[in-house]
């Protein structure tokens, strides 16, 4: 469903005397339908900027990443802006560890967004966005509110109800669990395992190997692909 091959990062901070700092070089990744494979390394080795690679929110210095779409390959290191949303829209889903919503806008619509953009009737994606918010235990009072007002968990959880009321073939996870409760953990694994036996290609950064054990098929070191890690 995807794959990374030679792919490597470096940022060039151009406010500050242009100062470069190399990530990782040469990274060779693929991700396969039912897999869920856990990018790992130590914290600063470059999962979450991998994983903003694959969505291409940030560009690639080098290297090409395909990507599975509507019947043949898009390689987003060099697809034009309109074909990156429409793969977004249509193949891609990504939880990323903060909410950024629009303020004023109710809980219920901004979960329900992404299937209406699909084309399914408001009904329809409203009562999916409704079954979600249940299950993640976010009380019906909340429904209609921003949710820019809600605690870290909370809005974590209306993240993970938007990434997972669309049926995306493949979907990146970036530290989906990290302020739940048990309870509420033990609901995204289970939106994971569901994922996975519809066939969606999963990659996950879990900050705990209890949730990693869990659900992942693999898992795929960031930091061997260090720069001179293998010097
Ligand atoms: N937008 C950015 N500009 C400059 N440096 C960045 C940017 N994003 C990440 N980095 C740097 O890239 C490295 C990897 O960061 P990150 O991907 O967040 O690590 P991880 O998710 O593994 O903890 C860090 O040294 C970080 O400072
Ligand atoms: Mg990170």
Partial sequence: MLHAQNVSKSFTL??????????????????????CIALTGESGSGKSTFMR????????????????HDGGWLDITTASPH???????????????????IPRVPTLEIVAEPLVAL????????????GLLTRLRIPERLWQLSPLTFSGGEQQRVNIARGFIADYPVMLLDEP???????NRATVLALIEEAKS????????????????A??????DVTSFKVGAND
Avoid at 85 to 101: A, C, H, I, N, P
Avoid at 119 to 130: N, Q
Avoid at 198 to 213: K, M, N, P, Q, Y
Wanted: aromatic share 8%; charged share 20%.
């Fill in 14 to 35: 151009h406010t500050q005397g242009s100062v470069t700092i190399p990530v990782f070089n040469d990274i060779e990744f693929s991700l396969s339908a039912g897999d």
């Fill in 53 to 68: 690679m694959l969505y291409a929110n940030y560009t690639c210095s080098n290297g090409s990443i395909n990507v599975r």
């Fill in 83 to 101: 074909a990156i949303l429409d793969m977004r829209k249509r193949t891609m889903g990504y939880v990323s560890q903060f909410l950024r919503v």
């Fill in 119 to 130: 084309g399914t009737s408001r009904a329809d994606a409203t009562a999916k966005a409704r």
């Fill in 177 to 183: 669990t990290a302020s739940l409760d048990v309870d």
């Fill in 198 to 213: 519809r066939g969606a290609a999963i990659a996950g950064i879990f900050h705990d190997h209890e949730t990693r054990d």
């Fill in 215 to 220: 659900v992942c098929t693999g898992s795929f």
